[in-house]
């Protein structure tokens, strides 16, 4: 309660307010005051009061023979993921809680969540609020059930102050393509900071999937918590409400800075492929499918890694529709409980890994040292079969 009581004074809240959930980001091992802390409260006898799921880990718990790297780290990983899960929180793993079946809160709805593109998919696709909840201030939430009445919790700060508009040179059929969303996002994260802002432009009723990609890649490049987008995110039916009627500086966002965001992200060269990582936030379960769709029964080319992150939630439902044998059969490998960006997971992450998420290719080269080559989803799978880098860009040229 010092530090929810401490949080309140830095922000100027006057007062707590109770949450009706929490996701808890503090399971990732970062060194041994991860496991000082918890072991704190598990001696004390701390429990969560609200129903609290938990961010990915160090370590995939039910495919242990993906892990690579130190033992010894992986030992104190698996043990602070443990250590989280005996104080009742929920043994989800996973950067995408939304995902998770009865981890979803509602319009309005008052929660703390970590993980920065879970909150920014919170506040923006599911109209719960939330602030940005660090390690151990996210469990002191949760074990309290109490958090500060400041910031995105209160409804005159999710007011967008800045306009992002898509210029008339960016074509139809990329305004309505998977492939613009990671950069799209990468560029709001870029431009807006930690302003909330609004983007117009987009074809309306833009699938989660999408919005997932946008919050996920804002919330990397910037410290987006929160955006709109009209006529698909839940607080913005219109500009108007989105600004809440207050006039709000316009930027156009132009078919070259798209372009040119997107480069940006490649930094290997040439046609080689020694990886493909896909799932970055967590695949849901129709992105699973879509995978298994586009591989369309051939196989993942013998020199290259396929590897795709997912929740170990979203796994058992892909098990159960057969999805997933599908993706194995292709040579597919699924990962669940941490994500390969920030884990030694890869076999080769030293070699030119293909990605389709605007997250995974901002933080891989600093975190593993991986040459990255980004594009969509259809790329990635299509060089997957052909063990190189296949390019379509059609959606970039009006086609």
Known sequence: MRLVVRAAEVTGAERLIDITAAHVDSCLYHGEASLDFVARLVDGGA???????????????????????????LDRGRLLMDRYRSLGARPTFTCAPYQVENARPGLGEQVAWG?????????SVLGARTNRYGDFLDIAAAITGRVPEAGLHRTDARR???VFRLADDVPAGLREADALAPVLGLMLGRRAGSEVAVIEGLPHGQSEDRLKAIAAAAASSGSVAMFHVVGSTPEASTLEEATHGIAAPIEEITLAELRATRDALTSAAGQSLTAISLGTPHASLEELERYATLLGGRHVHPGVECLVSTGRD??????????????????????????????????????????????????????????????STFECIESAVAGRVVRDDGPWNGA
């Open 47 to 73: 429990q969560v009061s609200v129903p609290t799921t938990l961010n990915v880990g160090a370590v995939d718990l039910l495919h242990p023979d993906l892990n690579r790297g130190d033992p010894a780290t």
């Open 115 to 123: 993980e920065s593109n879970a909150i920014a998919f919170c506040n």
């Open 160 to 162: 967008a102050t800045l």
């Open 314 to 375: 979203v796994l058992a439902a892909a098990e159960e529709r057969g999805v997933a044998a599908r993706l194995r059969d292709a040579a597919v490998e699924l990962l669940v409980d941490t994500c390969s960006y920030i884990a030694p997971i890869l076999r080769h992450a030293g070699g030119p890994v293909m990605t389709d998420s605007a997250k995974w290719a901002y933080y891989a080269p600093g975190n593993i040292g991986a040459e990255v080559v980004f594009g």
